[in-house]
């Protein structure tokens, strides 16, 4: 069985000290108390620190932890998650893919990428143009290049697929921090355009090169992480070490506009949605 993968220069999701580990304010949950994933009705947006995985929930805004993600390398933080269209979970650090529990946040190693290391960071799945092929995982780099990994065995060989390509008014456009694909909906990604510091929106056309059109500014920095559900595009803003917190922010698909939900002592490191999320509810 084919594995896909997404790989980025470090940089292209934000600063260094977004590699530090990272403590977590709530407390970390009991495995065995865990329940069962949740209804349709109910969002399965997952977003994680460096440590921790977590669940979004749509009717509360409340982010509920699931678990530690027992297993990864120590001294490692997951830089990224993504979730297939069967709900499967994959996360990422520097140079190894993992595979996530959706029940106990436990990470199991499913490939050590360190032979093709480039500091690895944003991931998000992507359905195929024929829904009954597999979802492939895509990203873009701090330059805007768009890559997939094929992984058969013990080789993993990465692919340019496209690129964001430029505005005509403000210049070059770079992934800033994560993308979510979803069926029906879209492909949109937080990018940085410019000599601009706040992240824009954009929407991504993958037929016609994966180039991004700019949608708007959304008033905040820091978003590695992105999620969508019922029609809302979610965003996870680190606010940085020092503060050790984090926004939950929902982004305007027409305008790009963000609005925070709520701030918590959690430093949000990347999010992911299935390729099959729900748009109406």
Excluded at 87 to 107: H, P, Q, V
């Amino acid at each position: 069985m084919r594995v896909f993968l997404a790989v980025a220069v470090l940089t292209a999701c934000g600063p260094s000290d977004r590699g530090q580990p990272a403590a977590d304010g709530p407390a970390q949950p009991d495995a065995s108390t865990i329940d069962a994933p949740p209804s349709v009705d109910t969002s399965r947006v997952y977003a994680h620190s460096g440590l921790m995985l977590y669940r979004l929930d749509n009717l509360t805004l409340a982010a509920t932890p699931i678990g530690p993600m027992t297993g990864l390398d120590t001294n490692q933080n997951l830089l990224d998650l993504a979730v297939n269209k069967d709900d499967a979970l994959f996360g990422i650090t520097r140079d190894k893919l993992y595979s996530l529990s959706a029940t106990t946040g436990a990470a199991t190693l499913v490939k050590d990428l360190s032979a093709n290391s480039r500091g690895f960071t944003s991931l998000s799945f992507a359905p195929d143009a024929d829904p009954s092929n597999p979802d492939i995982l895509v990203t873009a780099n701090d330059q805007g290049d768009v890559f997939q990994i094929d992984v058969t065995g013990n080789q993993a060989v990465a692919t340019q697929i496209g690129s964001y390509g430029t505005d005509s008014t403000l210049g070059k456009i770079v992934s800033s921090g994560d993308l979510i694909a979803v069926r029906g909906f879209g492909v949109y990604a937080t990018v940085d355009v410019g000599s601009g510091t706040l992240d824009y929106l954009a929407k991504l056309d993958p037929a016609n090169n994966w180039k991004a059109t700019l949608i708007g500014p959304t008033g905040f920095d820091k978003i590695f992480g992105l999620g969508f559900w019922g029609g809302k595009i979610y965003g996870f803003v680190d606010d940085g070490f020092d503060a050790g917190t984090g926004d939950v922010i929902e982004l305007d698909p027409d305008t790009g506009a963000g609005l925070s939900l709520g701030q918590a002592n959690i430093r949000w490191f990347g999010a992911g949605v299935s390729t099959n999320a729900p748009i109406i509810l």
